[in-house]
């Protein structure tokens, strides 16, 4: 036989309780489209019978239906083979464009008397090509309930919130399932939680929980498994990233702004001068970034015959050394002079603004300073000592 081929779409079931064997449960089939697409008919077919590996005895009872179609083209109904459904759209092919998803849904299937491992299988057709895909289901003993995974807030901010609760229904009735909580960022085993059905979880991104219940065989035979999903959003996370790729737009900085304190672009400033040709405009101040970002700074000299210049150092996150200088430098009257400086997390930037004339009859000078911070995110640029008792957030 050859061997089977990867299907264009992509076919998962929705979220649901557990199958039990005597229940009667409705399955959302969730077809997503990676790419555009021509499809003829996708048909679904369930294990008819009543052994272990079959579904249900009664598919003549079994409705199906479509919640999701964007194309509204799809048909899905019930073929002469029993338990075959197919979805279609009449004697055209269904035109799928990348990013969109049908939802199918097979309602009133009575699940069979027997534990066991059924599969539901996906026959879908392109032009003369027809690739399979199959789908793996538990069938647990009478009484056995698991669904309704959920988190207290599905969104939350790291600010006010450290932790968030994790909750599910589980009723066991004769078994002894081991219940194992997994998620994105967590430990690679998860946590045993079969004694409970509430557990926190500390997160600092957004996170992806996995629920599974797990009922060994009986016998050496394969276990009985059942998985529940659910996902958690924080507002402002504490992010790391290395080999980012971004194939759309992309926005990752934040439209929060600042002017670095005491580089202002308020109104003109003048300094005389005294015995000598040079002074120093502002002192050296030194400021750390709490996230990637870029500074970008301005001078502007106001007064003919005198130059105003911006010092700009960038040194590591522990100040021992310098990686980098600049000087911004205006000289004619409303002379303007900027650049733009990219800064990583945890490095410092010291700053100094000094003046000198070029014109020995000058007595004083003007100047404008401006110096803005720009993060990736909405890490600060700000005083080495309050950084230090900042959470880091980009």
């Not at 199906?64 to 002469?80: A, C, E, G, L």
């Not at 990013?99 to 879908?124: D, S």
Request: no cysteine; glycine share 8%; charged share 20%.
């Amino acid at each position: 036989m050859p061997p089977i081929r990867q299907t264009l779409l992509t076919y998962r079931l929705g979220s649901s309780s557990a199958l039990a064997v005597g229940t009667q449960v409705n399955l959302t089939l969730k077809v997503l489209v990676p790419s555009d697409q021509s499809i003829g008919e996708i048909a679904v077919t369930l294990p008819v019978g009543g052994g272990e590996d079959d579904l249900t005895e009664e598919p003549d009872v079994i409705t199906p239906s479509i919640i999701m179609d964007p194309t509204r083209t799809v048909d899905f109904s019930k073929s002469s083979v029993r338990g075959k459904f197919v979805a279609s759209a009449g004697d055209a092919p269904i035109r799928l464009r990348k990013g969109m998803e049908l939802r199918l849904v097979l309602e009133n299937i009575r699940v069979n008397a027997k534990t066991g491992h059924p599969e539901i299988t996906i026959a879908e057709t392109a032009g003369t090509t027809t690739r399979q895909h199959k789908i793996p289901l538990s069938k647990f003993a009478a009484g056995f309930v698991f669904k309704d995974f959920r988190p207290s807030k599905y969104l939350i901010d790291l600010a006010r919130d450290k932790k968030v609760d994790l909750s599910w229904y589980i009723a066991k009735g004769d078994q002894r399932p081991e219940v194992r909580l997994r998620w994105s960022g967590g430990a690679r085993q998860g946590r045993n939680v079969s004694t409970t059905k509430v557990t926190p979880v500390t997160i600092h991104r957004d996170t992806a929980f996995e629920l599974t219940a797990t009922v060994p065989g009986t016998g050496g035979g394969r276990a009985l498994t059942h998985t529940l999903n659910t996902f958690v959003t924080v507002a402002e996370p504490r992010l790391s990233a290395t080999k980012l790729s971004v194939h759309h737009a992309a926005r990752i900085f934040s439209r929060r702004h600042t002017e670095v304190r005491g580089f202002g672009l308020g109104p003109s400033r003048a300094a005389p001068f005294g015995a000598n040709s040079s002074l120093t405009l502002v002192p050296e101040t030194v400021f750390q970034a709490a996230a990637d970002g870029l500074l970008t700074a301005r001078v502007h000299n106001l007064t003919p015959g005198t130059a105003t210049t911006l010092h700009i150092r960038l040194q590591p996150p522990d100040g021992t050394t310098t990686l980098h200088t600049l000087e911004l430098t205006g000289t004619g009257a409303e002379d303007l002079a900027h650049v733009v400086v990219p800064v990583p997390h945890h490095h410092r930037v010291a700053l100094m603004a000094t003046g000198r004339r070029l014109d020995t009859d000058k007595t004083t000078i003007g100047y404008r300073l401006h110096a803005e911070w720009n993060p990736i995110g909405t890490g600060a640029l700000e005083s080495p000592a309050a950084n230090t008792h900042r959470t880091d957030r980009t």
